[in-house]
């Protein structure tokens, strides 16, 4: 199983990045789908998630209305679009995923929200820097 993260980068507040993770060694549109982001010192923050048909999608927040998520199961490729790029998006960016994501998303739906940034991964990204700054 691999999941391979890429797109971050340096951009100016206000601007835009498209990050990706592609994956492979596994069933992929049998898996939901994360983005997390990690600042060193502060707790892992969940910014979205994707269920495996793209059915049912949940945002951090502090992103909502500036990132869209979205999947192409045809390259088994997740996508997550940043708009509105702000100094507090800057972390490291992973994508991640585990056989419970969709069991979640189906008992606590809305809720998943909140969860998402403590659930056990099982497969995780390399991560990629997303820094914001003028």
């Known amino acids: 199983v691999q999941l391979q993260a890429s797109g971050g980068g340096l951009v100016q507040p206000g601007g835009s990045l498209r990050l990706s993770c592609a994956a492979s060694g596994f069933r992929f549109d049998n898996y939901a789908i994360a983005w997390l982001r990690q600042v060193p010192g502060k707790e892992r923050e969940g910014v979205s998630m994707i269920s495996k048909s793209g059915g049912s999608i949940f945002y951090l927040d502090s992103v909502k209305g500036r990132f869209t998520i979205s999947r192409d199961n045809a390259k088994n490729t997740v996508y997550l679009q940043m708009n509105s790029l702000k100094s507090e998006d800057t972390a490291v960016y992973y994508c991640?995923?585990?056989?419970?994501?969709?069991?979640?998303?189906?008992?606590?739906?809305?809720?998943?929200?909140?969860?998402?940034?403590?659930?056990?991964?099982?497969?995780w990204g390399q991560g990629t820097q997303v820094t914001v700054s003028s």
């Open positions: 991640a995923t585990d056989r419970t994501l969709e069991g979640i998303i189906r008992e606590f739906g809305l809720r998943t929200v909140g969860m998402m940034g403590q659930l056990d991964y099982d497969y």
